[in-house]
T-cell receptor, first 112, second 115 residues
Framework: QQQVKQSPQSLIVQKGGISIINCAYE??????FPWYQQFPGKGPALLIA?????SEKKEGRFTISFNKSAKQFSLHIMDSQPGDSATYFC???????????FGAGTRLTVKP | DADVTQTPRNRITKTGKRIMLECSQT?????MYWYRQDPGLGLRLIYY???????NKGEISDGYSVSRQAQAKFSLSLESAIPNQTALYFC??????????????FGPGTRLTVL
């Protein structure tokens, strides 16, 4: 069974809009929650990550919101741009543990 | 990431054949990983290695084996390929000495098709 559940599977947003991707996890031992961005033909690349001791982390137009009690976290992309069109994966792991569990991915399309 | 290279980039093989996928890195990282990516399933860890003498099974190791020939090289073998091993395979590296988040750096992937 998938330990990290991601939704939606695909998302279409207009340029300038807000893209929101949600993830939920089950293992309360997870303490590291990264988001990876993958462009076609490329490997995933780390976009932003959060530890559960904070509820929000922002880097430019990208924000992670984290709700420890609900075991949920989400990625918000503000002012979405066509160049943001990619597949996004959430993930979770125990720090220093190499067994990282990924969500199924969300294909984001930002229309100009 | 050009620092992590995978060969071949594409491979078509037949059921029952042995195949090896290779990964090399110039990042100087100590940890290396093999994942497979399937539509709707995300990435799943096959094997990982802390160093040349340390190999560990991941979530889905059955049907696969690995070899860490050197710190910079990590290969994945399918001893007898079957069609449900058709997938996109990624190698990744990390090093806790360089990143407290254990950030993983992925190669460009190998698309494997087993007929």
């Amino acid at each position: 069974q998938q330990q990290v559940k991601q939704s939606p599977q695909s998302l279409i947003v207009q340029k300038g809009g807000i893209s929101i991707i949600n993830c939920a996890y089950e293992n309360t031992a997870f303490d590291y929650f990264p988001w990876y961005q993958q462009f076609p033909g490329k490997g995933p690349a780390l976009l932003i990550a959060i530890r559960p001791d904070v509820s929000e982390k922002k880097e430019g137009r990208f924000t992670i919101s984290f709700n420890k009690s609900a075991k949920q976290f989400s990625l918000h992309i503000m002012d979405s741009q066509p160049g943001d069109s990619a597949t996004y994966f959430c993930a979770a792991s125990i720090m220093n543990n190499n067994d990282m569990r990924f969500g199924a991915g969300t294909r984001l399309t930002v229309k100009p | 990431d050009a620092d992590v290279t995978q060969t071949p980039r594409n491979r078509i093989t037949k059921t029952g054949k042995r195949i090896m996928l290779e990964c090399s890195q110039t990042k100087g990282h100590d940890r290396m990983y093999w994942y497979r990516q399937d539509p709707g399933l995300g990435l799943r860890l096959i094997y990982y290695s802390f160093d040349v003498k340390d190999i560990n099974k991941g979530e889905i190791s059955d049907g696969y084996s690995v070899s860490r020939q050197a710190q910079a090289k990590f290969s994945l073998s399918l001893e007898s390929a079957i069609p449900n091993q058709t997938a996109l395979y990624f190698c990744a590296t990390s090093d806790l000495r360089q990143s407290s988040y254990n950030e993983q750096f992925f190669g460009p992937g190998t698309r494997l098709t087993v007929l």
